[in-house]
């Protein structure tokens, strides 16, 4: 089974900031790799596609990078609205999902 | 429009049985790979199951292995999970789930709908 690790798990800050979110695959993926957001009580909502194309319809303020086993999520300008739980999920074999991780408000 | 419309949560006893429903509109199952991914009270997503296009391919997540079966019925355009031997590590929303595509050597191309969960209870 492929594991996935997101770092870090809880990350505080403020709008306006740029943020940026690792994860790593316990083998190479490729670039068979997703980013999810998700608020309470909805279904995940797709961001980047295949580690780096922009979702129709997301922000140019975030971006996704990486290949192989290392990948980054990065938000370049913090919005209200982007205060949430990101997933990072593999389909290079199955699928699996990293564990998560959550952006506060400073 | 793609629509995935879920159904069949309940609570049930350890033990028990239950059977969730996926309605999906839009487009045919036959095209492309289906799932079910899940997500226990506060925790993260975790992928359960997966079901090719053509349905002759099935793969399961090693903590519901041989007592999940998932299926299909084309004729409803209709995605089944059959759950037995329920644990109450099971309690979760489920979520079905659309690939981009279909399943080929034990990958998809990446989900691009989901639905909108439904919500499994296992206590007694």
């Known amino acids: 089974d492929i594991q996935m690790t997101q770092s870090p798990s809880t990350l505080s800050a403020s709008v306006g900031d740029r943020v940026t979110i690792s994860c790593r695959a316990s083998?190479?993926?490729?670039?068979?790799l997703d980013w999810y957001q998700q608020k309470p009580g909805k279904a995940p909502k797709i961001l980047i596609h295949?580690?780096?194309s922009l979702e129709s319809g997301v922000p140019s303020r975030f971006s996704g990078s990486g290949s192989g086993t290392e990948f980054t999520l990065t938000i370049s300008s913090l919005q209200p609205d982007d205060f949430a739980t990101y997933y990072c999920q593999q389909y290079f074999i199955y699928s699996s999902f990293g564990q998560g991780t959550k952006l506060e408000i400073k | 429009e793609v629509q995935l419309l879920e159904s069949g949560g309940d609570l049930v006893q350890p033990g028990g049985s239950l059977r969730l429903s996926c309605a999906a509109s839009?487009?045919?199952?036959?095209?492309?790979?289906m799932a079910w991914v899940r997500q226990a009270p506060g925790k993260g997503l975790e992928w359960v199951s997966v079901i090719s296009g053509s349905g002759n391919s099935r793969f399961y997540g090693d903590s519901v292995k041989g007592r999940f079966t998932i299926s299909r019925d084309r004729s409803k355009n209709t995605v089944y999970l059959q759950m037995s031997s329920l644990r109450a590590d099971d309690t979760a929303v489920y979520f079905c789930?659309?690939?981009?595509?279909?399943?080929?050597?034990?990958?998809?191309?990446?989900?691009?709908?989901w639905g909108q969960g439904t919500l499994v209870t296992v206590s007694s």
């Open positions: 839009g487009f045919s199952l036959s095209d492309y790979a």
């Open positions: 789930v659309k690939d981009r595509g279909d399943y080929y050597d034990n990958s998809g191309l990446g989900f691009d709908y």
């Open positions: 295949k580690a780096s």
């Open positions: 083998q190479s993926i490729s670039s068979w």
